[in-house]
């Protein structure tokens, strides 16, 4: 069993900046076990959206949704068992709840959220 905690959430303006984690505990060694690791986020009255994915490592590959890229920046620390998301320039829009994932022995994993709230 694997647990993802994430944290970091909060209210924020328009232009301004956050940084979320999400921290894995319970069956694993290294982050690494949890292979890609990926944050998404849902939006009241909206479905669930992929924000941004890594591989594993080494040579971290990263994907991100066209909405946050070169505003979001996905980072993990696999001995830290720790996957982050620097959230810059942050718009209204990027009001949701965040949640981390991750796969483990062929099951999905999900945080249980944090939510990010923008004013404008």
């Known amino acids: 069993q694997v647990q993802l905690v994430e944290s970091g959430g909060g209210s924020v303006q328009f232009g301004g900046s956050l940084r979320l984690s999400c921290a894995a505990s319970?069956?694993?060694?290294?982050?690494?076990?949890?292979?890609?690791m990926g944050w998404y986020r849902q939006a009241p009255g909206k479905q669930r959206e992929m924000v941004a994915t890594?591989?594993?490592?080494?040579?971290?590959?990263?994907n991100y949704a066209d909405s946050v890229k070169g505003r979001f920046t996905i980072s993990r620390d696999n001995a830290k068992k720790t996957v982050y998301l620097q959230m810059d320039s942050l718009k209204v829009e990027d009001t949701a709840v965040y949640y981390c994932?991750?796969?483990?022995?062929?099951?999905?994993?999900w945080g249980q959220g944090t939510q990010v709230t923008v004013s404008s």
């Open positions: 890594i591989s594993p490592g080494p040579g971290y590959t990263t």
């Open positions: 319970g069956s694993i060694f290294s982050l690494v076990n949890m292979g890609v």
């Open positions: 994932n991750g796969l483990y022995a062929r099951k999905s994993y």
